[in-house]
């Protein structure tokens, strides 16, 4: 077999011919290729440091290839203070992504390059890894990209925020609900975007606000974040897309009356019906989690329609819960979302 070292020029961090025979038993014992690794890391961090440009944008590269799917390698770079690393080398290019007319092209070009690999590898400290994710959220960069996911810049530069954001609140409790609250109206000026990334990136951080912050911030109700959503339910066919909408929108009227009511008047019911009828098994139990709500808002009772709707879909309600193999994207908790429509 070849040296990884040999199949990997770019990163380099494969294990070494001596390292990947390895000793009876399995265990490495290879201390000078550790010491060269960490070596490397600092080597890298140094760079990225150093306010070269060539040297910042050949770090940050090394960097992001470096940690993807390698918690080891993770380890070492957050020990190491990569995450301050890289903040302080985004908010140096940020000034330039705006775009100014007068700005140099080619430097444009570079500050791009660069910001897309380190919003990259803040993202890739933050997967899988709940102290960076942590790290990452309370680094001050969650407003800054929320900033750089509008469709101003550059289309690198926000799809990478958007992944990157969109890591960072699937984190238990890397991202407080009061950050985002703080920018409510830009989340709501987001779900209009054409990007899809950054439509996800809205309607999860949305939802968010609404499941974690609706009582004690009762203000995010007078936003007009369902009619958004509704409306964008209504005009996309991305499946993450609807997904993330649905949950805005059942995070929106849990226990939640006078929303409930505004929900009948925007139609929603009848939507739901659909997806609960003809969606793939997330969206439509999703959508039952939204029947669940306004059936127990007690905003359906007085409409005689909408209950011979309900009851036209019981089949398909009870379908999912009593497969032997669940789908593709079931969560076991997505069962309760049926049982809870039922017994409502």
């Not at 993330?244 to 929603?268: K, P, T, Y």
Request: charged share 20%; aromatic share 4%.
């Amino acid at each position: 077999r070849k040296p990884r070292m040999e199949v990997y020029p770019k990163v380099g961090w494969g294990l070494s011919w001596e390292c990947e025979q390895g000793v009876p038993g399995g265990n490495v014992s290879d201390f000078k290729h550790m010491g060269r690794h960490q070596d490397r890391v600092e080597r890298v961090l140094q760079d990225l440091g150093s306010n070269v440009e060539m040297l910042e944008l050949a770090a940050a590269r090394e960097l992001k290839h470096a940690v993807i799917g390698n918690l080891t390698n993770k380890r070492l770079y957050f020990d190491g203070g990569a995450v301050k690393a890289l903040v302080s080398v985004l908010q140096r290019h940020v000034p330039r992504l705006g775009g100014a007319a007068s700005a140099d092209v080619s430097a444009l070009d570079v500050s791009v390059e660069i910001a897309g690999h380190v919003i990259s590898g803040l993202g890739s400290l933050a997967c899988n890894f709940q102290r960076g994710a942590e790290v990452v959220a309370g680094s001050g960069v969650v407003p800054l990209l929320l900033k750089l996911s509008a469709g101003v810049f550059h289309p690198t530069v926000v799809d990478s925020s958007a992944r990157t954001m969109k890591i960072l609140l699937l984190s238990p409790g890397a991202v407080s609900v009061e950050l985002l609250v703080d920018h409510l109206l830009l989340l709501v000026q987001l779900l209009r975007d054409n990007s899809a990334e950054v439509v996800e990136l809205a309607a999860l951080a949305l939802g968010k606000c609404c499941l974690d912050g609706i009582k004690s911030h009762p203000e995010i109700s007078s936003y007009g974040i369902l009619a958004e959503v509704v409306h964008l339910l209504l005009r996309t066919t991305h499946p993450k897309t609807q997904e993330a909408c649905l949950a805005c929108a059942a995070a929106m009227l849990f226990q939640n009356e006078a929303v409930a009511r505004s929900a009948l008047e925007l139609d929603i019911f009848t939507l739901c019906i659909e997806l609960v009828r003809h969606g793939r098994p997330r969206l439509r139990l999703l959508s039952c989690g939204i029947l669940s709500c306004m059936i127990q808002a007690k905003v359906l009772n007085s409409a005689r329609e909408h209950l011979v709707s309900f009851f036209s879909i019981g089949p398909y309600i009870t379908r999912p819960l009593v497969l032997n193999d669940p789908p593709v994207g079931w969560h076991p908790d997505d069962s309760g979302i049926g049982e809870a429509v039922i017994g409502a």
